[in-house]
């Protein structure tokens, strides 16, 4: 079973980036699609970008395409965000999920869902001031 942990979270200017990182335990995460999403106080959880299990295609939220970019390395069982001209409203507890890829392709789409993922690290507050 993958376990999944976090880290890079915490407080930034508005225009600043930060980098969150999440390692996978357990069995290889290699055949695992990788996805972040974000919740806000008072809001659902809501899907920020996610990356294939070869890392061959990457999907993102329309709301943060062209300043987020997902990455993933296979040999070290390690996916990351870049978050970069963070604005205010990228304030949340953002959160990596991973599900298992199961439709042997080898460059399959992202799914968007939540309830499409089988598994959740803990999550890590970024905080945007202005």
């Known amino acids: 079973q993958e376990q999944l942990v976090e880290s890079g979270g915490g407080l930034v200017q508005a225009g600043g980036s930060l980098r969150l990182s999440c390692a996978a335990s357990?069995?290889?995460?290699?055949?695992?699609?990788m996805g972040w999403f974000r919740q806000a106080p008072g809001k659902a959880r809501e899907f920020v970008g996610g990356?294939?299990?070869?890392?061959?295609?990457?999907y993102y939220a329309d709301s943060v395409k062209g300043r987020f970019t997902v990455s993933r390395d296979n040999a070290k069982n390690t996916f990351s965000v870049q978050l970069n001209s963070l604005k205010p409203e990228d304030t949340a507890v953002y959160y990596c999920?991973?599900?298992?890829?199961?439709?042997?392709?080898?460059?399959?789409?992202?799914?968007?869902?939540?309830?499409?993922?089988?598994?959740w690290g803990q999550g890590t507050q970024v905080t945007v001031s202005s």
């Open positions: 999920a991973a599900h298992r890829d199961y439709s042997g392709m080898y460059d399959p789409p992202i799914k968007t869902f939540a309830t499409d993922y089988d598994y």
């Open positions: 357990g069995r290889t995460a290699v055949r695992y699609a």
């Open positions: 990356i294939n299990w070869s890392g061959g295609r990457t």
